[in-house]
């Protein structure tokens, strides 16, 4: 089993609706968790840290859940430049070792 | 601020020969991580250095990959020899050593084929 699992996608979705997506972990021990962006042919870049209260950082909203071992992002009024895959990362330990999930390819439809 | 350098960009080798990929960090930062990246898949980490020692190289497969990292800044990662399913894109990141945020900075990458 994967330690971080997320649906590969594609979410295909016409610009302006919204979108959600979900990833699970296995490893009860992980401490931090992020979502990163990354476009095609391009590196990843963080998007948000995820805090188990929930964060919203403009249009993008993250939420945690430890008792279940889920991590969610949901991306309101999606805009074609938010086309990309979005990689869920959790890390554990002060050696900040992360461990991404196999990405969610999204593209958003004009 | 000058990102994550990496060279080359891509890469084309046959099986069984060698290869070498260069990576400079953003300055001052003292971790140093090498991933991997098969397509269709998130980057898997191979190696990862604070300054010029070994933090964790449990997914370096040894009996081809090597990486180092002597002065501390600029990192190698060797593939000797290589074989087809090291194709991938191997990707250089960087973070501050105190950095809690999760935050690491990548490079562009090394697109490696292997005929």
């Known amino acids: 089993r994967k330690e971080v699992e997320q649906d590969p996608g594609p979410f295909n979705v016409p610009e302006g609706a919204t979108v959600a997506f979900n990833c699970t972990y296995s490893n009860s021990a992980s401490q931090s968790f992020f979502w990163y962006r990354q476009d095609c042919r391009k590196e990843p870049k963080l998007l948000m840290s995820v805090y188990s209260s929930g964060n919203e950082d403009g249009r993008f909203t993250a939420q945690l859940n430890r008792a279940s071992q889920y991590i969610s992002l949901l991306i309101r009024d999606s805009k074609l430049s938010d086309s990309a895959t979005y990689l869920c990362v959790v890390a554990r330990g002060g050696a900040q070792k992360l461990v991404f999930g196999q990405g969610t390819r999204l593209t958003i439809n004009p | 601020e000058a990102g994550v350098a990496q060279s080359p960009r891509y890469k084309i080798i046959e099986k069984r020969q060698s290869v070498a990929f260069w990576c400079n960090p953003i300055?001052?930062?003292?971790?140093l991580y090498w991933y991997q990246q098969i397509l269709g898949q998130g980057p898997k980490l191979l190696i990862q250095?604070?300054?010029?020692?070994?933090?964790?190289d449990s997914q370096l497969p040894k009996d081809r990959f090597s990486a180092e990292r002597l002065k501390g800044v600029d990192s190698t990662l060797k593939i000797q020899p290589a074989k087809l399913e090291d194709s991938a894109v191997y990707l250089c990141?960087?973070?501050?050593?105190?950095?809690?945020?999760?935050?690491?900075?990548f490079g562009p990458g090394t697109r490696l084929t292997v005929l």
């Open positions: 300055s001052g930062h003292a971790t």
């Open positions: 250095f604070q300054n010029n020692g070994v933090v964790d």
């Open positions: 990141a960087s973070s501050l050593v105190t950095s809690g945020s999760g935050e690491q900075f």
